[in-house]
């Protein structure tokens, strides 16, 4: 039986974001975690920007044929997530309530905004917003 491939799409050049996808794991009960750089052409990056999804407002989450988006993608990685190590318990205790996640979550994408610009990379741009290359 082929177990489930759930993906992680997150921008790769955030430091914070890339630490976060290396340490976050999975139940094994649950399917196989695959990270996906967001800056790289592919099919997921495609069906994210059809939908109107603004990468760089928020990670993505694909499982099950549906995309989790932002809060709501950290919120469905802390259900399903391993309890093992510290880090993988912290994480499902903060993010495991659906009202939590909303909150704590523009506060952390508000902090990845300002580190991005203290680091001078530029925006994704996937839904090609005129004037927002840069953070």
Known sequence: ????????VYDRECP???????????????GDLRIVDAREDSFVMEEITSQGLD???????KMGGQLYYGADAIHALALIGSRSGLFNRMNYWMFKSKTAASILYPM?????????????KTKINNLNIEGNDKF
Do not use: P, T, W
Not at 1 to 8: P, W
Not at 55 to 61: A, F, K, N, P
Not at 111 to 116: D, E, N, T, V, Y
């Open 55 to 61: 990468i760089d407002q928020g990670m993505v989450l």
């Open 108 to 120: 952390l994408r508000f902090c990845r905004s300002i580190l991005l610009k203290l680091l001078g």
């Open 1 to 8: 039986m082929k177990r489930e491939e759930i993906l992680l």
């Open 16 to 30: 914070a974001c890339h630490a976060y996808c290396q340490v976050v794991n999975i139940r094994d009960s649950v």
